[in-house]
Structures are given as structure tokens and as C-alpha cells.
């Protein structure tokens, strides 16, 4: 994802500015990860890492950049899927990949069950940990990433 267009840096600038403007809220109906509005599970089989969401109905989701491909189910619903500009609608059930560099907007269309696979070599339990492996806050930090990873 290192030769994007200028439009995907435009969307990308304005995506990262919206994100930080929604962290910064203390509205009630503004989630930042685990929460009653969005539930999180997580499931370990040997080498991976399983993340289960439900999405309501209505809602949006600003997504975390990806360090590494993975693979995503929607295991029930309808969404309309934002990634770097392009938007696609989704209806479970469905299956895809994406590329490291990837983030998602994600609006939930009916409710949602959404699945994030990742390779989890160590067999790893911790979700913070986890988290350093598979994702990173911003591009400037993706970027750094594919220098350090080479």
C-alpha cells in the first residue's frame, strides 16, 4: 500500500483527523474499543487470534490499521464497507482479505457480527500484546513499521 493515489492520502489525512476528534469526546454514544455499544470477544486457537464485534444497527465503526493481510468474515447482517476511499456494501454471509496498511469505515446497516483473523505465532493471550503485533495507532507509525519489518 505504499504507492497510493493522492485522493487516498486526502482520505486518509481526513479519516485520521475525524478519528482523533471522536477520541477526544466524552460523548456517551462514542466508543473506544470494548464497550457495551460495540462487545468485543476474543478467541485463541493454536496460531491465531480470533476477534468477534457486534455492530448495531446504525452505527459507525472507524477501524485500526493493520500491520500485516488477515482475513475478515460477516458472519450476520449488512455493511457498507469504507477502505481508503472506495465503498462496498457487504452482507453476510461473507468472506474477505485485506492488506496491512488497510483501515476500515464500517456503517452497520442491520446488526452486524463481524470477524478479525490474525496469525498469533506464540500463542499469545494477552490482547494488549496482541494489539502491539497486529495493529498500529496512525499511517506515520504503519510507515515506520514497513522500514523496521524489512
Not at 486526502?10 to 477526544?24: G, S
Not at 455499544?37 to 493493520?66: A, W
Not at 449488512?78 to 482479505?97: M, W
Amino acid at each position: 500500500m505504499s504507492n497510493i493515489t493522492k485522493y487516498q492520502k486526502e482520505f486518509r489525512k481526513k479519516l485520521e483527523t475525524l478519528e482523533n476528534i471522536l477520541l477526544q469526546s466524552n460523548h456517551p454514544e462514542i466508543a473506544k474499543g470494548n464497550s457495551d455499544l460495540f462487545p468485543l470477544s476474543h478467541y485463541f486457537v493454536k496460531g491465531l487470534y480470533i476477534r468477534e464485534m457486534f455492530i448495531k444497527k446504525g452505527s459507525f465503526v472507524i477501524g485500526k490499521i493493520h500491520k500485516h493481510d488477515h482475513v475478515w468474515f460477516l458472519l450476520k447482517g449488512k455493511l457498507l464497507v469504507i477502505t481508503d476511499g472506495d465503498k462496498k456494501e457487504v452482507i453476510a454471509p461473507f468472506f474477505s482479505s485485506s492488506l496491512g496498511g488497510t483501515k476500515k469505515v464500517v456503517h452497520a446497516v442491520e446488526d452486524c457480527l463481524f470477524i478479525n483473523v490474525h496469525p498469533n505465532p506464540l500463542n499469545n493471550k494477552n490482547i494488549d500484546e496482541i494489539e502491539k503485533e497486529v495493529v498500529v495507532k496512525n499511517y506515520k507509525d504503519y510507515n515506520k513499521f514497513l522500514l523496521i519489518d524489512k
